[in-house]
């Protein structure tokens, strides 16, 4: 089984570093030797680490480098990034590497090969080639030197899949690929691809209207079967096959509610297995062994990525290596063949986290690179998690983060997060709750229904929602916050949010204005009506019908859409508003908060007004980060009586 199987692509690193950084080309305007906003938005020292083969050498970006050592090696950066941004990095062979990366400018892909020697201290690297394809490395083919299985992304009718090639890099160099042939003749109908142990394309998966798809490969024939075809509705993710080609191993709510571990006999796909199911989670990934057998479980348990092994051995060994991080939580990012040696990051709410290469057997481990050093001497903010009980039934979790100042009362900030559907927030550092926190402000996050990870049933619940029971969740988690925590101040409450999380708090102010004291959105959606109107909804059948689910029908629930959309109740807003926007947002346009700020102003109603020239959907840059919480800072301080540092 190839890691690019895995259709969610889960990646600890990134899901632990989903709110730590924001790519930038300003990170320089931070020169004030005080901690500044910047010092907690922008990038993280490293990232992409990869160990190889052997676990002798790591490989990782630094800055706008790639370096490559170890640390009784000095590490040697062996090629720039110009305007340019790092997909992903594969070791290819003990000495070998391919490095994939987006060219920011002509909005390119390409993949990087590198052939390194390694002379006592001395790195000598060598660029050989470079591949412009759309597509992606299939399988690196350890065992066999300048070979890769790669991918090529087609589209044909409307359809899309892959073709994979067998590639010798040294002929690419000669600019001899014309004459290299498809591995996957007879099957144009899949996107992701399975190996068999002699790396032999075995097994395949497409998607036919929607519908996950698995091909079997007759053996020493050409033509493919389909041999299992799940529903449209429900997640199917495949992970690993056993070495034996008998077993396929399953991440699906085919059979139940939550994300589970199932598993496939391959010669029928009849009645599989529940090897695992978590009774409030979904499932993240499996563990497997070197040995290709499934050995464990990956979940989030209180916005913490926990993992479950299946014996007590594996077990006690993992806690082992946890045991040297107190306080912390370790993932491991990557492995060299055996997994004798792994790459780990320790993190926590608090600690932006490091990155350390660990040698299992003797839990000796050294220290690549802290993410964010310049904060080590910042007093972060701890975040505990809340279970709160729905009247529905649904146990709803929010995440609460108190400032480190020692205070008897805080003002308290409520943040829900985008989506709404799908979406979920964590317990890891969060550089938006980290930056408040740090200005004396406590932050309340919620996992609402229609947040991800709690299973199909509670993320349908959000369906047609919006304004109603995510905000009734909302409520409850803040009142359930309220009583259990009294250093929280109850008359002195804002609301802030993007995207969703936007439109969230400008509901929530009209429902509860003597709750909160103001709110603020960020690109936020005043109007639902208008959602449907954007040319990218209105021109796609797929996409309008999916709204239509998510918010509601125009065409028959036109009179609820307007009763709650913002920019049709602004007359309820009693309370100062906070509206920010980016001009070139290709999701919700700038029209949804300036067609509301019109309406306050005309009725003559407090708001404050911050278009973003040129900003689109998120944060760019810290320069965009700055420019935001320079005004929205004093905002908050204003309204809710405190000083910011």
């Known amino acids: 089984m190839n890691k690019y199987l895995n259709v969610t692509k889960i990646t600890f690193f990134l899901l632990i570093l989903s709110h730590f950084a924001i790519a930038s080309d300003e990170d320089k305007i931070n020169t004030e030797q005080e901690t500044t906003v910047v010092d907690f938005f922008k990038a993280s020292v490293i990232a992409d680490v990869v160990v190889n083969p052997s676990g002798k050498y790591i490989a990782y970006v630094k800055g706008n480098k790639i370096v490559v050592g170890n640390n009784k090696l000095k590490f040697h950066p062996f090629y720039t990034l110009k305007a340019m941004s790092v997909q992903e990095i594969t070791w290819i062979g003990e000495s070998n590497l391919i490095v994939e990366v987006f060219d920011r400018i002509t909005k390119s892909i390409s993949f990087e090969y590198f052939k390194m020697e390694f002379e006592g201290e001395n790195i000598i690297s060598t660029h050989m080639t470079s591949i412009y394809q759309r597509g992606y490395l299939l399988d690196p083919l350890i065992e066999e030197p300048n070979k890769i299985l790669f991918a090529i992304y087609k589209t044909k009718k409307e359809k899309s899949y892959t073709n994979v090639f067998k590639l010798d890099l040294q002929e690419i160099i000669a600019h001899q690929v ?217 146990t709803i979790e929010g995440f609460l983060t108190l400032p480190s100042s020692n205070k008897k009362s805080y003002p308290l900030i409520v943040m829900p997060h985008g989506g709404p559907i799908g979406v979920s927030d964590y317990g890891y550092f969060d550089s938006h709750v980290q930056w408040l926190a740090y200005n004396n402000y406590a932050i309340l996050q919620v996992n609402y229904r229609g947040s991800s990870g709690y299973g199909k049933k509670f993320e349908a619940a959000g369906f047609k929602q919006w304004g109603r029971g995510i905000e009734n969740d909302i409520d409850n988690t803040l009142n359930y916050a309220l009583k259990s925590h009294p250093q929280l101040d109850p008359k002195n409450i804002c609301i802030f949010g993007s995207s969703y999380g936007g439109y969230s708090a400008l509901m929530s102010i009209i429902r509860n204005p003597k709750m909160y004291k103001c709110a603020a959105s960020f690109a936020g959606v005043s109007d639902l009506t208008l959602m449907f109107n954007k040319s990218s909804i209105k021109n796609n059948d797929e996409l309008t019908t999916l709204l239509k689910k998510i918010v509601g029908d125009p065409d028959s629930e036109q009179a609820e859409l307007m009763e709650y959309s913002p920019v049709y109740q602004f007359q309820k807003i009693k309370n100062p508003i906070f509206l920010a926007h980016g001009t070139k947002d290709n999701r919700v346009d700038v029209e949804h908060s300036w067609r509301l700020k019109k309406m306050l102003s005309m009725a003559n109603k407090d708001v404050k007004w911050l278009p973003m020239d040129g900003t689109k959907h998120g944060f760019q840059n810290t320069l965009e980060v700055k420019t935001f919480y320079d005004n929205l800072i004093p905002f908050f301080d204003k309204h809710l009586k405190t000083t910011s540092k």
């Not at 290709?292 to 926990?306: A, D, N, P, R």
């Not at 063949?337 to 299992?360: F, L």
């Not at 057997?361 to 505990?384: A, M, Q």
Request: positive net charge.
């Open 178 to 394: 014309q004459s290299v042939k498809k591995l996957n003749r007879s099957n144009s109908k899949s996107m992701y691809w399975m190996l068999d142990s002699q790396k032999n394309l075995t097994y395949s998966l497409g998607y036919i209207e929607e519908k996950p798809t698995i091909y079997k490969k007759a053996k020493k024939k050409r033509t493919w079967s389909q041999i299992f075809q799940g529903s449209k509705d429900n997640s199917f993710i495949p992970k690993a096959i056993s070495k034996d080609e008998s077993k396929l191993w399953v991440l699906s709510n085919e059979l139940t509610d939550k994300l589970a571990l199932l598993e496939y006999n391959l010669n029928n796909m009849l009645n599989p297995k529940i090897l695992f199911e978590h009774d409030k989670f979904d499932l993240k990934d499996i563990i497997i062994s070197p040995e290709q057998e499934v050995i464990g479980v990956i979940f989030l348990e209180k916005g913490l990525l926990k993992y479950k092994y299946f014996s007590k051995k594996q077990g006690d060994s993992h806690q082992l290596l946890q045991n040297k991080f107190p306080n912390q939580t370790i993932h491991t990012i990557g492995a060299n063949k055996d997994q004798s040696v792994q790459v780990i990051i320790a993190v926590s709410a608090n600690n932006p986290g490091s990155v350390y290469k660990c040698h299992v057997k003797n839990l000796d481990c050294e220290l690549i690179d802290s993410l964010k050093p310049w904060l080590s001497d910042v007093k972060l903010s701890e975040t505990t998690s809340l279970q709160v009980e729905s009247e529905e039934g649904f």
